[in-house]
Every structure is written in C-alpha cells, then in structure tokens.
C-alpha cells in the first residue's frame, strides 16, 4: 500500500519508532492486555528514545521538535500495532506549564519531564456529575496561606498510577459568584506520589481495554500555593489553548491504527482462499477495506492541514477538531472491516485484531465525544445558535 505524500520530513523517525515498536509484538501487548498491566517497557524504551520529550524545547532538555513529528511518532507507534495510550499525554500535558508557567515551574520540571525521571501524564478534569459540562465541576481548591486545600473527585483519571504528577483542574470560585462560568477554574500542577495516602486516593477502574484509568479522590488535599499554574481562575482558558495539539495527536494516532486495520484486512483478504479462490476477489469484502482507506486519506489530509496551520502559529480548531472526528470514525471504519475480513479469526485473541478494535473505539468518545465535536463545528464554524 504505496502512500505518496507530498512532502513527509518525518521519514526518519517514522523508521526509528517503527523499529523501536518491532522489539514490542503483539504478544507482548496481549499479555499486559490479559493481566491489565501496564507496558512499563515499552513506554520506557520510548522515553529513553527522547519521543516523549519530541516537544519539550531544547533549551529545558527537550527534542524541540514541531508538532507533526509528535504526529509522526504516535501514528507509527499505532500502525505498529503498539498502544500510545499509555503514554502520550506525557508529550503533551507539559504544554499548560511551557505555555504558563513560572521560570521556577519550568525550570524545575521541564527537563525531568523531558528525560523521564518525571512523569506527567494524568490530567485530572472529567468529574462524575459534571462530564463534558466541565465548567460545572466541582472539585474545589481552597487558599490557606501559602497553600491550597482540595476536595473534590475526578474520574477517568487515566494513568494516575503511573505517574508522578497530576495536571488537575479545580474551581477556586465557585460557579455562581464567578462572572462568567468559565472564569473561577484553576490549574495545579499536584505531586501525586508526595499526596498519596495524604489527602489523595486513587481507584483504578476496570474498562474493556487496557487503559489503566482511575478515580481519583481529593480530600483536604494540600497543594502548595506555587504549584498554581498561570493566574487563578484563568485554567480553563489554558486547558483550551492545548486542545488543538491533543486533538490533532489523538487524530494521528486513529490514522495509525486505521492503517494497522486495513494493512492486516487486505493482506488477510489476498491470502485467504475459501470456494477456491482470495476472498479479496469478492467486492463484498474488498470495498468495505477500500472505503475505510479512502475516510483514513481524507482524515490524514484533515490532519496535516491541522498541523501546517498550528506550526504556522495559527489556530487550527476547526481542523483538529474535523480531524479528531473523521479519523476516529475511519479508524473504527477499518476495524470493523478488518473483523469482517477476517471472519471468526477476527475474534481469536492472538490476531489482535479484537484488541486493537477495542482500544480503537475509545476515540470517539474521548478526550472529545463526537457530538460535542458536531456542535463545535455547528455553532463555531456554521455560525449555529449554541445548543446547549
Ligand atoms: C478510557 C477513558 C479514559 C479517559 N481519560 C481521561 C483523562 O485522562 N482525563 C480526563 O479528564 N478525562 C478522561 N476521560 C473522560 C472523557 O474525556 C469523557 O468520558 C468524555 O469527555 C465524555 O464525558 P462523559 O463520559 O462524562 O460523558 P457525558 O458528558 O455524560 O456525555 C454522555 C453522552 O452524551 C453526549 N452529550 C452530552 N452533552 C451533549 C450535548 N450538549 N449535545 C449532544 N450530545 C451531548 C456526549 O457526546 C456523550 O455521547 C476518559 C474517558 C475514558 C472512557
């Protein structure tokens, strides 16, 4: 499956991550799967690599690179049949502190997050009550002094057990007496291994794939007071401002897995022979992998018109978002495909063709539902009343 591509600077990573992802075969991720382990070697074999620092700048020990080459490394970690899941928001949860940050806060963590000795990939922002309404959150951080207090729940925490430090988003006014409901929201960077067991609780929650999520629980937690990133009660306009680059890495990543998919469906259907003959000879089971090729092209292009105009320093929501949304659906296109090629073999484990569909389908419900991608698209783009 030839892919031209107009200009792709980031062949040589593509290669280095692919051969990297080599030493880590399906068997591997389907035992940690069966245990609902954590794939502590292959997220180590990635930071030792320099991947998870690729945007952290030079100057704070960082690859410095731009952000189609964080694309590059996670789509391939994807098309590689390896799950990024464990620890891409290490690449990107850093931007709230690089962007507002005090000198201190980036000196002091940058480059421990850059070389691994820290990690920061939990960002604590979904509650139970209020879902994707996040501006009704209710974890509460109280100032004390020279400290916060914190109480409060999160859930879906992922990776909370696995990490160092949590990025949490907490009301420090409450909703009714802020001006708008989206001022009174703050972020804290929280050390999760000096809290444990102090004020902080976390759960792990079982899911259908291995995703090692959590809740977490906050209970006269102490968050020191310059642990606050940026100005209190400007955090969820600092959440915002990383979104595009999630969702354009989350993009890339859908792209990764629909090109396992449908790699793994077409060799599948040119080599199975049933009534004497490929099955891929049959349109039945040719057009739907040709389909799913065709929405992940249009999605890839949707991406890298994403990543042109965030590198050229401006705001690409409309594209992340469109992208985030047609490359979830074609990567859930090309599963089914694949399943469907593959007949009962679809579902024996050792294909992980089942266990990539079930990591696949996460996508479009996280970190942004589809519907609420539609809504932004309506109203930001269409010029739609708001619909909720
Ligand atoms: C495995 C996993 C890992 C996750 N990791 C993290 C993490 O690390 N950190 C974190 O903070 N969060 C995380 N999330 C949470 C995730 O971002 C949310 O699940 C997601 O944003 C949806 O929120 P919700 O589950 O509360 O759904 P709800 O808000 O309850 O919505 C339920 C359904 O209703 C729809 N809906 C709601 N409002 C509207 C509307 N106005 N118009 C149309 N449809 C609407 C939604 O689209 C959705 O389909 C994770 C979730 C999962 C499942």
Redesign the pocket.
Known sequence: MDQPQLVDPHTEIRQEVAKLCAKFPGEYWRKLDADREYPTAFVRALTEGGYLGALIPEEFGGAGLPLSAAAAILETVQAEGCNGAACH?QMYIMGTILRHGTDKQKQTYLPKIATGELRLQ?????E?T????TTSLRTFARREGDHYVVNGQ??????AEHSDLMLLLARTTPKDQAAKKTDGLSTFIVDMQASLGKGLTIRPIR?M?N?N?TEVFFDNMIVPAENLVGVEGRGFRYILDGMNAERLLIAAECIGDAKWFIKKASDYARERQVFGRPIGQNQGIQFPIARAYAQMRAAEMMVHAGLAKFEAGQTPGEEANIAKMLAAEASWAAGEACIQTHGGFGFAEEYDIERKFRETR?YQ????????I??YVAEHVLGMPR??
């Open positions: 928001a939990a960002f604590g922002v979904t139970p209020s879902g994707t309404d999160k859930v879906w925490t992922s990776r899911t794939m995703h999520s996460l419900v996280a970190p942004i539902s589809t519907n609420l539609l809504s619909s909720y």
